[in-house]
């Protein structure tokens, strides 16, 4: 097995859905997508939360968890993220605590500052004070689900008196909480200090102190700082991009649909470039999606491909729990629907350990055949010889 423990698998839906579509529709999508990825045994589904830009469109994660959670039967769910400056914690929490036994503990709560400075812009909040503002909020949640007592909090944007939880949370003590991570450190070193899990969102950004190479390492030294357990690397998430379909072909010919709009968005709305500038200046989608597989950053191919991607991904990190594939609109509703069905079936059990086992019956069936058929065959054999002894008419007998 290419890792210590069996992998988990899911998919992260900011969601991205290009401008000039229903948006209702296009929300109906992503719960269709959640409840494929429920039926073909995905562990995790996360959706974000964003408030501007026209392109990430789901405003309140809690709610489409909520809808999502009534239409899939085992799929856990998760937050992608609950920006915490953008709201009163002790709302945050009461609402978690509701969501939680709504769907039965079902639900992971993923914490973040805010991807979108024009979400910030328009709250009126500085970008440069998201992140204490993110770790003054975090620390005021533990303590309303871990504490019986009144929690009394005083900062520069937030009041608690004497606040507490009038419901507790349905899983014991609180729904897992997840910090994400991008590019700093911040990220990293909440969860080590708070006992987090870490949720890698880096994508195609190799450097900074949250690049899988190095995020795992800030995480352990500040837990060792706080005093806390060694963490486990089984709680920490990591993001991928790719799109896999039957043959290498038909992986690019998929891409045509809707990757260029993509990346012009992750070039303009949403202030990252990750790849746009690679592929700039290219004639046709064909040489723009060829060039954008060709950077190395991404999958554009076959379960294989697939395979060998998430193997480096641990060689680099040194092991993680669950891999989440990033949600996209590269390819038409059928097509990316068909990667998550040919992910599932070929992708994931080669991480669970689920291969090893049919295979090695089938090789030990197949050898054993020339030695154990031929007595077989000589039973079957008896068997109806004996049948034809039997219905013979009795010679012996006159008329």
């Not at 408030?51 to 085992?74: M, N, Q, V």
């Not at 004639?283 to 060829?290: I, M, N, P, Q």
């Not at 038409?332 to 086992?357: G, K």
Request: aromatic letters at 10%; proline letters at 7%.
């Amino acid at each position: 097995m290419p890792a210590p423990w069996p992998m988990k698998f899911g998919a992260f839906f900011a969601p991205f859905h290009p401008v000039g579509q229903s948006p209702t529709l296009a929300y109906e999508y992503d719960l269709d997508r959640a409840v494929a990825l429920d039926k073909f045994g995905y562990d995790e589904v996360w959706f974000g939360e964003h408030h501007s830009g026209g392109y990430e469109l789901i405003g309140s994660p809690e709610i489409f968890i909520a809808a999502a959670a009534e239409r899939t039967k085992h799929i856990k769910l998760g937050t992608g993220v609950t920006s915490l400056p953008y709201h009163h914690p002790w709302l945050v929490a009461d609402r978690w605590v509701l969501l939680d036994h709504m769907t039965r503990g079902r639900c992971i709560f993923g914490t973040g500052p805010g991807a979108l400075p024009t979400d910030a812009y328009m709250m009126g909040i500085d970008p440069v004070k998201q992140r204490p503002m993110m770790e003054e909020a975090l620390e005021a949640i533990y303590a309303l689900f871990a504490d019986e007592e009144p929690v009394t909090r005083k900062t520069d944007w937030f009041t608690m008196n004497e606040a507490r939880l009038q419901v507790r949370p349905y899983t014991y003590p609180h729904p897992e909480i997840a910090v994400a991570a991008m590019v700093t450190p911040s990220g990293p070193r909440l969860a080590g200090q708070m006992g987090a899990s870490l949720l890698s969102l880096s994508m195609q950004i190799a450097d900074g102190f949250a690049a899988i190479g190095k995020a795992w390492s800030v995480v352990e030294e500040q837990a060792e700082k706080c005093g806390r357990p060694a963490p486990d690397r089984e709680s920490w998430r990591v993001l991928g991009t790719m799109h896999i379909a039957e043959t290498k072909e038909q992986a690019l010919l998929d891409c045509e649909y809707g990757l260029q709009e993509f990346a012009n968005y992750f070039g303009g709305g949403a202030g990252f470039v990750p790849l746009a500038n690679k592929v700039d200046g290219t004639s046709t989608k064909r040489e723009f999606v060829e060039a954008y597989a060709e950077s190395g950053s991404v999958v554009i191919g076959t379960p294989d491909d697939a395979i060998e991607y998430i193997e480096g991904l641990i060689e680099q990190s040194g092991g993680f729990g669950t891999f989440l594939m990033l949600g996209h609109d590269w390819a038409s509703p059928e097509r990316t629907i068909n990667c998550y069905r040919l992910f599932a079936e070929t992708v994931i059990p080669h991480f669970q350990n689920q291969l090893n086992a049919p295979t090695a019956s089938h090789d030990w069936a197949t050898a054993k055949r020339g030695e154990l058929f031929g007595r077989a065959g000589q039973a079957m054999m008896n068997a109806i010889q004996q049948h034809v002894e039997e219905i013979k008419p009795d010679e012996t007998v006159r008329p």
